[in-house]
């Protein structure tokens, strides 16, 4: 494999993985190994986990959106928690870490693109996530009913009136009384139910006119 190869088998994909290589080359595995091995040192290719790369901007003809990124480093996963809180515009504050669920075990990963981390929440709770256009691309990612459970399912302790209103929790529009209560119980949760009842108590005094939530 030669790296004029590679950029024009890559050069239109925002990330690629060893499997592909060797199916688009007669190298051996390990042959292929050692070669991305001594572009990575050269600065050629761009490591984003084991297995997996990206060629540097120059020879890259799209970008690479870490949102998208975050869905294709761990399989199954969805956005969720603070970072969907933040793309549904439900929290005031920008959210650099992309915070993920997986049924599968926990993980975290750190590349140039960002620090990308996965909580592992049973596979029955693996629900509430819809596909969206973000940087050009398409998303995985939790419904705002959904972001909000699992971030309280996934954060310990009591979801008490004050610790709801630190979140400062806006455009409560956003969220369905009936689906947020209809997933609740999917989770067989008090501690979820309470942080539910809390949650729209508050919506609705935020409705009444109360500057947040």
């Known amino acids: 494999m030669e790296y004029g190869d ?7 994909m925002p990330w690629f993985d060893l499997p592909l290589l060797v199916q688009a080359f ?9 070669q991305l091995s001594r572009w990575l040192g050269q600065g050629k290719v761009v490591a984003l986990r084991r297995g997996m790369y990206t ?12 949102a ?12 969720s928690g603070p970072w969907a809180l933040a793309f549904h515009d439900m929290i005031p504050e920008q959210v650099v ?10 993980r975290r990963f750190e590349n140039h693109f960002g620090v990308f981390e996965y909580r ?28 909000m459970l699992d971030h309280w399912y996934l954060t310990p302790g009591e979801w008490t009136t004050d610790r709801l209103d630190e979140m400062r929790y806006q455009n409560p529009d956003l969220v369905s009384a009936a689906t947020l209560r209809a997933y609740c119980e999917r989770f067989h949760s008090p501690r979820l139910s309470r942080a539910v009842d809390r949650w729209l108590a ?5 409705g009444k006119g109360t500057e947040r939530i």
Do not use: C, H, M
């Not at 590679?6 to 239109?12: P, Y």
């Not at 709770?125 to 596909?131: P, R, V």
């Not at 969206?132 to 995985?140: L, S």
């Open 97 to 106: 870490w992309l915070t993920a669920v997986s049924p599968r075990v926990p």
């Open 120 to 147: 592992t929440i049973k596979q029955s709770f693996f629900f509430g996530y819809q596909a969206a256009g973000y940087g050009g691309q398409e998303i995985f990612v939790a419904e705002p009913e959904k972001a």
């Open 26 to 34: 007669n190298d051996r595995r390990q042959s292929l190994r050692v």
């Open 68 to 79: 998208a990124l975050s869905n294709a480093l761990y399989r199954p996963s969805y956005l």
């Open 6 to 12: 590679l950029v024009t088998l890559t050069g239109g």
């Open 55 to 66: 060629l540097p901007d120059a020879y890259r003809k799209v970008p690479v959106v870490p």
């Open 202 to 206: 508050l919506a609705s005094e935020f």
